[in-house]
């Protein structure tokens, strides 16, 4: 009972880090103070550092969205669809940079967005009151009427079937809830991560991207910070072909695309 209670009152009450992330702790003794301190060091620097030895290698050169390539019709066509239905996606310039996209695969792509979208407050990466949960899935239905498309969600509550599209629930968290039967084994020109906008869960995106994308296909992970950059220059020297990564500088934040070629 008393190392029980020991262990919780460490954990919850002081802190120590030892008791959720012992992946990270040092194989050596030190006294408590000591190891939460070591702990922190080790989780701080880890990315940083790992950057360091695959840019020794071969450096990542991040695209602008100036330098995409782009029919002037469809990305204008994207832009006033997005905001009709009062996506946010042509704030950011995603209506530039799904143009450039649109032009390498199928003229009528089967399409995955992880995030419809969310105005439940408590739920994480949630829009607000104000935002309108599956406003591109509608934007793309209207672009590509003959087009199977797919939402999913961890907010139950967005998930409303309607026209081609088709709706399941999904927590980036788990990657077991990817591999939902709405979807079976289907396979996809695009995949589009609007989702939890953090590193571990974009990569179980970048995972079932990696088996379940056409070829040619392409995975979008949008609204990634510049503080989260150096996960994916590490990634892109970890990749081989036929998928290859490219870092995006949109208008206010960036957006990582894996392809299959």
């Given amino acids: 009972f008393f190392k029980k209670l020991k262990n919780y009152l460490y954990k919850n009450i002081f802190n120590y880090l030892k008791y959720s992330f012992e992946e990270f702790i040092p194989n050596s003794k030190s006294n408590l103070k000591t190891t939460n301190n070591l702990i922190r060091i080790n989780i701080k620097n880890l990315t940083k550092n790992l950057l360091q030895i695959s840019e020794y290698f071969s450096r990542i050169e991040i695209s602008n969205l100036d330098s995409l390539s782009t029919e002037q019709k469809v990305e204008e066509e994207l ?6 239905f009062n996506s946010d996606k042509s704030s950011h310039g995603y209506h530039k940079l799904y143009a450039s996209i649109f032009n390498e695969i199928s003229n009528s792509p089967t399409i995955l967005e992880i995030g419809i979208g969310s105005n439940d407050t408590s739920t994480p990466s949630n829009m607000g009151k104000n935002g309108t949960p ?3 899935l509608r934007a793309f239905s209207e672009m590509y009427p003959n087009s199977d498309i797919y939402g999913a969600d ?3 509550e967005t998930l409303k079937d309607f026209g081609r599209v088709k709706t399941f629930y999904l927590d980036q968290n788990n990657f077991k809830t990817f591999n939902n039967p709405v979807i079976q084994n289907k396979k996809f020109d695009i995949i589009i991560d609007d989702g939890l906008h953090m590193q571990s869960a974009n990569l ?3 995972f079932f991207a990696i088996q379940r994308l056409k070829t040619p296909g392409v995975l979008v992970v949008e609204d990634v910070s510049f503080n989260a950059l150096d996960t994916w220059k590490i990634l892109s020297n970890i ?3 036929p998928y290859s990564l490219q870092i995006v500088k949109c208008l206010d934040n960036y957006a990582v695309v894996l392809r299959n070629f």
């Fill in 204 to 206: 179980n995106s970048i």
């Fill in 239 to 241: 990749l081989e072909k």
């Fill in 154 to 156: 961890i907010d139950i």
């Fill in 134 to 136: 599956g406003a591109s």
């Fill in 79 to 84: 832009k006033n669809l997005f905001d009709k």
